[in-house]
């Protein structure tokens, strides 16, 4: 007698890109709070975190030059990105009072939205309402998913939402 074949699909595996962006908003974090710099938290990454083995737990392989290119991308256009997001977020939230995660994850996602225009806009802000939801249980991933849909309405013509309701 044979076993009933399975139905279930096998669970997503993280894409390289999407490991990339994950590692990035850790390192944005991290430099945020350490006070790390760029060329250190970059080696650091590369060499140990990467597709590597930390702590027991496996870092999933991602795409380096993804990585280098969102983490260089935000700390050099950080003064722009900053007031995009400020102005997609409510009166009630400026973005200092974000915690350093959700900064991250914003600065990243908008750094995208505005400097890869070949990457569509539903890819780039489902993958980092998915970070969000790695760290976030309560409303964090719902402020994600309106923040970056407003900036890329404004960035990019494009988006789903509708004025500002909603956070």
Do not use: C, H
């Not at 996602?109 to 970070?131: C, F, H, K, N, W």
């Amino acid at each position: 007698m044979t076993e009933p074949a399975n139905t279930n699909p096998p669970p997503r595996q993280a894409n390289k890109r999407g490991a990339a962006r994950l590692a990035a908003v850790q390192a944005l974090y991290q430099m945020d709070v350490a006070g790390s710099g760029l060329l250190e938290i970059t080696a650091e990454y590369e060499s140990f975190r990467l597709g590597k083995e930390v702590d027991g737990a496996l870092y999933r392989e991602a795409d380096a030059q993804w990585f280098r290119a969102i983490l260089a991308g935000v700390v050099e256009k950080q003064k722009s990105l900053d007031p995009i997001i400020r102005q997609a977020l409510t009166e009630d939230w400026p973005l200092s009072r974000l915690d350093s995660t959700l900064r991250a994850i914003l600065r990243a996602g908008t750094y995208e939205l505005m400097m890869r225009a070949d990457v569509p806009v539903a890819v780039i802000v489902s993958e980092y309402v998915d970070i969000a939801k790695a760290f976030y249980e309560e409303d964090e991933p719902k402020l994600v998913n309106a923040v970056l849909d407003r900036i890329s309405r404004r960035v990019r013509g494009e988006g789903r939402g509708k004025g500002q309701e909603g956070l």
